[in-house]
């Protein structure tokens, strides 16, 4: 039997919880509200097959990292559902793509809605970054985290804002 290993870490997203074993990463998800104020794990306390995943996490929210170098546990999902979670790592940091592009990157511009309930499925929020994928009319849909922790997730990722003087 495998033993999961769980960790927290507090981003400005919200609480993440992270769980995974020996076999790789099995979910990262944005905890329920906590009866006590969120604390992370203490960097010592991490698991060390979460280490990887805490501290590229730590890392992104540091804007020291954009893509993530992590193994996933290979039992997740269906075959289908692993094939549009590769797909969407492939979206580049700070952009979006629509449903209907990730169907069409898959040879399959029909499977439109499957597409959009794997992306709903993705059990590795942030490191699978099922964030990017938006509407094809440009709008932000569906997202397990809430639609304004996406459109957070799109805010951050996009390159600050320089003001000038003159």
């Not at 938006?134 to 003001?163: C, H, M, S, V």
């Amino acid at each position: 039997m495998t033993t999961i290993a769980c960790a927290s870490l507090v981003s400005p997203a919200g609480l993440l919880e992270l769980r995974g074993s020996d076999a790789g990463l099995r979910a990262v998800e944005f905890a329920r509200l906590p009866a006590e104020p969120a604390a992370s794990t203490p960097p010592g306390a991490v698991p060390s097959c979460l280490k990887p995943a805490y501290e590229q996490l730590r890392a992104y929210f540091g804007r020291e990292l954009r893509d993530f170098q992590l193994t996933y546990d290979p039992s997740l999902g269906t075959e289908f559902q692993r094939q549009v979670w590769q797909q969407l790592t492939y979206i580049p940091y700070g952009q979006t793509v629509s449903y209907l592009t990730v169907a069409h990157r898959l040879g399959n511009p029909l499977a439109v809605r499957a597409v959009g309930a794997a992306n709903g499925q993705n059990p590795l929020a942030i490191v699978v970054p099922c964030h990017r994928v938006i509407g094809a009319n440009g709008r932000l849909t569906g997202y397990a985290g809430g639609l304004g922790r996406k459109k957070w997730l799109l805010d951050f990722e996009q390159p600050p804002r320089q003001t000038t003087l003159f």
